[in-house]
């Protein structure tokens, strides 16, 4: 199965709030990514978290992260249409390999 | 700062020629990876550079992907034959040194290759 999952899609009002989640597995996990990718571009990080901590808020970026139940969420306060986007998450392990494992995406439709 | 870029931005051959992809790491980076993004799903690392060195190809089909980094900085990315399957964005990215846990991945746009 997968290593990293996320829902596929997400629908939000300009100026509301979006929450995108995320699940993952491996439990030695030591830095999880947001990335955004824009149609037609390459991948730009949005943010990280280390694995000690549960919060990083980022100006209308937060990231909380549920270690026990290996949960991330990024929340977006007031969503811009600038913001429609794929968003993944990705994990880095802990140890051995520092290879990203990153979730299928979610796409973030922003409507006016 | 420049980016990390990539070259040709698309691509479209047919199924069994050959296709070669460029990519210029950030100055500096020791790092450069190579990810495969077929539609609807996350990158895949294909290969992993550590300077000029292979630190992991191990998802690399190394039948018909080759990929070398000569002198360290940029890298070229080669599919022979292509497949159907091969459908795909070739997406670099850099990092300044890839064996820490706080080294931040950068990524260039990408090479959409179409194989009809």
């Known amino acids: 199965g997968e290593d990293v999952e996320q829902s596929l899609f997400l629908s939000v009002r300009e100026g509301d709030s979006s929450v995108i989640n995320c699940t993952y597995t491996d439990s030695s996990s030591t830095y999880l990514y947001w990335y955004k990718q824009e149609p037609g571009a390459g991948l730009q990080l949005l943010t990280y978290i280390f694995s000690n901590m549960d919060m990083k808020q980022d100006q209308r970026l937060t990231v909380l992260l549920n270690k026990k139940d290996k949960h991330l969420s990024l929340r977006i306060a007031d969503t811009q249409t600038g913001d429609s986007a794929i968003y993944f998450c990705?994990?880095?392990?802990?140890?051995?390999?520092?290879?990203?494992?990153f979730g299928k995406g979610t796409k973030l439709s922003v409507i006016p | 700062e420049a980016g990390v870029a990539q070259s040709p931005r698309y691509k479209i051959i047919e199924k069994r020629q050959s296709v070669a992809f460029w990519c210029n790491p950030i100055s500096g980076h020791a790092t450069l990876y190579w990810y495969q993004q077929i539609l609807g799903q996350g990158p895949k690392l294909l290969i992993q550079f550590q300077n000029n060195g292979v630190v992991d190809d191990s998802q690399l089909p190394k039948d018909r992907f080759s990929a070398e980094r000569l002198k360290g900085v940029d890298s070229t990315l080669k599919i022979q034959p292509a497949k159907l399957e091969d459908s795909a964005v070739y997406l670099c990215?850099?990092?300044?040194?890839?064996?820490?846990?706080?080294?931040?991945?950068?990524f260039g746009p990408g090479t959409r290759l179409t194989v009809l």
């Open positions: 990215a850099s990092s300044l040194e890839g064996g820490a846990s706080t080294d931040t991945q950068y």
């Open positions: 990705a994990e880095k392990p802990g140890a051995g390999s520092y290879q990203l494992t």
